[in-house]
């Protein structure tokens, strides 16, 4: 019961950080919802439907996917500003396993990157993006586990960074050529070997893929746009998954003992 209420405590203490941080809620929601509410309309209107494929529905489930894991794997950034103020210092001195307290910041930006998903969703629908209330309620947990599987991403990403400073640097190199490797915004169909050997390694693939298995399931007479099926998407996750929280928060935690 301690090891839960450590985890639970960090993981409220996250979302109450967002509510109070309205500089990052602007940041966190302007971004996204204009890609949603602009790139994907003037696509549409600019292309078409090349191959029937609808671009405006395809760029806003690329989106939603990519915010929510991008958002929790961003949001452990914050796991190195609590060490450079000595926050996790306090939390290592009390009688809680470390594993419970990157289990708990985990979940805890998995928690605040839910709120993002939902103001995509109001406005996909506001634009007309075809969705019934059986699509939203089989996104609920597939946007749960591409969030959890984004903070794990970031916990082994963080580990191996020293600084605050050091990891906004890298973090951009880290996730903006998956934006395009994922297929957030283009079909990732007969891509060049070198970038299709490329995109089978970015994370984020994955986790498009499979909201897109989910959405386009729902949505039987529209082109479908993933590029695998649902149980491999989901198989590769769960491996990516494993290896990424048992190296990085076994290197974050010995990076501790360390200090």
Request: some cysteine; aromatic content about 10%; hydrophobic content about 55%.
């Amino acid at each position: 019961m301690t090891e839960l209420s450590a985890i639970l405590a960090i993981a409220h203490r996250d979302f109450v950080k967002l509510l109070r941080d309205r500089a990052r809620i602007v940041s966190d929601f302007a971004f996204p919802l204009l890609l949603v509410a602009f790139l994907g309309p003037a696509l549409q209107a600019g292309f078409g439907s090349p191959g029937g494929l609808n671009l405006q529905t395809f760029v806003f489930t690329g989106v939603l996917a990519q915010t929510v894991w991008q958002s929790a794997a961003l949001g452990v950034i914050s796991l190195i500003a609590d060490r450079d103020e000595d926050f996790s210092q306090e939390i290592f001195v009390s009688p809680i396993s470390r594993y419970s307290i990157v289990v708990g910041k985990i979940l805890g930006e998995s928690l605040v990157a839910l709120p993002q998903a939902v103001a995509i969703v109001a406005v996909g629908l506001l634009l007309g993006v075809p969705f019934s209330l059986a699509t939203i309620i089989a996104l609920v947990p597939v946007v749960c586990v591409i969030a959890v599987f984004g903070g794990a991403f970031g916990i082994l990403v963080l580990s191996n960074l020293g600084s605050q400073r050091t990891a906004n640097q890298i973090f951009p190199f880290i996730m903006l050529p998956q934006f395009f490797l994922a297929g957030v915004f283009n079909p990732l169909q007969n891509l060049p070997w070198f970038l299709d050997v490329l995109s089978r390694v970015a994370p984020m693939r994955y986790a498009v893929d499979l909201l897109r298995n989910v959405y386009y399931g729902f949505q039987p007479a529209s082109v479908r746009a993933e590029v695998s099926s649902a149980p491999a998407n989901l198989a590769i996750i769960g491996a990516m998954f494993a290896v990424f929280i048992v190296v990085g928060t076994t290197l974050f935690v010995r990076s501790e003992r360390n200090r």
